[in-house]
């Protein structure tokens, strides 16, 4: 069982890194079990919003709310346990190769206990455990992974361990940065549709960053469009339009020309 899913408020946030922004002046709700897909061209601030959603990223204006609670304006120990209500996917994925699923996976509680109690599943699971982790494998297709090392794994299969690492946290909310950039078409689908199953099966809140947009117009139920820091179309799929698309992903250079 998943802890409940969770839901995000961004009211005027800017992020500013020196003299540039990565985000202007947005404003956001993601509602507790929805599935949004942050697209925009690179450098358009996808990730940084995602960043901003849990707690990594902070505003240098304006507020992010997670259940109505600033995460950035959090004592330590309440964002640690915000976190693990937060599963993240890294571009990177942030796997240890040379560990085997199981401990990858195990990994996914490391947040809720202690360092060294954290430690203990990863040296000896108990049966239990590895159960529990076996049933979440068998579910995205890789159970016969089980003990394998990471780095003997496929793209698409490394790609299902971090997703397995995260329903083993029981977070409530899954962050997803680019989920799909080292995978080929075919696999991207198949990884695509089975994230957004797990979402619909568990009740999760999803937020992807994606840069196919083409799978995300085809099956990403909330598309919000970034482009220079700015939310430039927030929209249901079925009425993003060609138009949207055009003006997101224009060169700079076209703007001035058009
Ligand atoms: P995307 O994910 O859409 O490619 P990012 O959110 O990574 O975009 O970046 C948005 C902008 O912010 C880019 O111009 C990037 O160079 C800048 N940026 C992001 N993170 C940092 C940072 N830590 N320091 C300085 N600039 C950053």
Do not use: W
Not at 12 to 33: F, M, N, Q, T
Not at 152 to 170: D, F, P
Not at 172 to 179: F, I, K, Q, T
Not at 202 to 223: F, P
Request: glycine letters at 12%; aromatic letters at 2%.
């Amino acid at each position: 069982m998943s802890s409940p899913a969770t839901g995000f408020c961004l009211r005027g946030v800017c992020v500013e890194y020196g003299a540039s922004a990565a985000l202007r002046e947005v404003d956001l709700e993601i509602e507790p079990g929805e599935v949004v897909a942050f697209v925009g061209p690179s450098g358009a601030g996808k990730s940084t919003a995602l960043g901003l959603c849990n707690g990594m990223v902070c505003p240098t204006s304006g507020t992010v709310r997670l259940d109505g609670e600033d995460l950035c304006g959090l004592p330590a120990a309440r964002l640690r346990a915000l976190r693990s209500r937060i599963g993240l996917i890294p571009q990177e994925l942030g796997l240890v190769g040379n560990l085997r699923v199981s401990q990858n996976v195990l990994a996914g509680r490391l947040g809720r206990r202690g360092a060294l109690a954290g430690l203990r599943p990863l040296i000896h699971a108990r049966r239990g455990e590895l159960t529990e982790v076996l049933e979440i494998l068998d579910r995205l297709g890789i159970g016969e992974k089980l003990f394998h090392r990471v780095d003997t794994l496929s793209g698409g299969e490394r790609q299902r361990v971090a997703i397995a690492r995260a329903l083993y946290q029981e977070a409530g909310v899954l962050l997803a940065d680019e989920p799909l950039s080292a995978l080929d078409p075919a696999r991207a689908r198949e990884t695509l549709t089975l994230l957004l199953a797990v979402a619909r099966e568990e009740g999760l809140t999803l937020i992807l960053s994606l840069h196919d947009i083409d799978l995300a117009r085809e099956l990403v139920g909330r598309l919000v469009g970034l482009r220079a820091g700015r939310v430039v179309f927030d929209r249901r799929r079925e009425d993003v339009t060609d138009d949207d698309l055009r003006h997101l992903y224009q060169l700079e250079g076209d703007e001035r020309v058009g």
